[in-house]
C-alpha cells in the first residue's frame, strides 16, 4: 500500500541554521505532496505542497520538490529561527482521494 | 472563512464510560476524515465520509468505535466503553473530493482515559 517514510528526530539545530527533513513516499500513479506543520496542542497546519512531478512547493521560507524519480519530497530551509520549532508531518494524497503521514519530525531551534 | 470546527478540546473520562467527538467541517467540503493521532506519531484514519457515505472505515474498530455524517455536514464520532488505550487526540478534517488539495485540520480533541 501507499505510505510515507520521513526522517526520525528530534532535530535541534541553532538559529540561523540550514535545515533538512527527509521524506520518501511509496505510491501507485501520482500522488499530491504535503508537509504540514503541528505547533504544540494544535491540529495540522499545511505548509506547502506540491502537486506534480518537478513541482517546488514553499511557504516561509521552507522549500521542498517533488522528485519523482527518487520518490522524494526533502523540506528545507536555509535559515531557521525559534519560531520555526514544531514538528513538522510529510503526507500524500493519491488519486483515490486517501492521505497517509510519516511519523512526524520534532524541531526545536535554539537561540 | 471558519476553518474545521472540533469541540470539546480536551475530555477526561474514566474508562468504560462512553465519550463523543463532534466536528465541523469546512463549508463546501465533502470529504470528512477522522484521524487518531498517538504521542509522538502521525495521524491515523479512523473513518472517512465522502457526503453522507463512509467510505473507508476499515480502521475503525466497529466493537467500540461509531461515527455519523449527519445531511454530508457535521459528523460525530462515539467510543462506548472507552479503554485506557484510547488515550488519544482525536483529529477531524475536510478537503474537497477528488482533485489535489489539501486536507485542512481542526484543532483536535485530547482525550485522556484513567
Known amino acids: 500500500g501507499d505510505s510515507v517514510t520521513q526522517m526520525e528526530g528530534p532535530v535541534t539545530l541553532s538559529e540561523e541554521a540550514f535545515l533538512t527533513i527527509n521524506c520518501t513516499y511509496t505510491a501507485t500513479g501520482y500522488p499530491s505532496l504535503f508537509w504540514y506543520v503541528q505547533y504544540p496542542g494544535e491540529g495540522l497546519q499545511l505548509l506547502l505542497k506540491?502537486?506534480?512531478?518537478?513541482d517546488k512547493g514553499s511557504n516561509k521560507g521552507f522549500e521542498a520538490t517533488y522528485r519523482k524519480e527518487t520518490t522524494s519530497f526533502h523540506l528545507e530551509k536555509g535559515s531557521v529561527q525559534v519560531s520555526d520549532s514544531a514538528v513538522y508531518f510529510c503526507a500524500l494524497r493519491n488519486t483515490g482521494n486517501q492521505f497517509y503521514f510519516g511519523t512526524g519530525t520534532s524541531l526545536t531551534v535554539i537561540p | 472563512e471558519a476553518g474545521v470546527v472540533q469541540s470539546p478540546r480536551y475530555k477526561i473520562i474514566e474508562k468504560k464510560q462512553p465519550v463523543a467527538f463532534w466536528c465541523n467541517p469546512i463549508?463546501?467540503?465533502?470529504?470528512l476524515y477522522w484521524y487518531r493521532q498517538n504521542l509522538g506519531q502521525g495521524p491515523e484514519l479512523l473513518i472517512r465520509y465522502e457526503n453522507e457515505e463512509a467510505v473507508d472505515d476499515s480502521q475503525l474498530p466497529k466493537d467500540r468505535f461509531s461515527a455519523e455524517r449527519l445531511k454530508g455536514v457535521d459528523s460525530t464520532l462515539k467510543i462506548q466503553p472507552a479503554e485506557l488505550g484510547d488515550s488519544a487526540v482525536y483529529l477531524c478534517?475536510?478537503?474537497?473530493?477528488?482533485?489535489?488539495?489539501?486536507?485542512?485540520f481542526g484543532q483536535g480533541t485530547r482525550l485522556t482515559v484513567v
Open positions: 506540491a502537486t506534480k512531478a518537478d
Open positions: 478534517a475536510s478537503s474537497f473530493v477528488g482533485g489535489f488539495t489539501e486536507a485542512f
Open positions: 463549508s463546501g467540503h465533502n470529504t
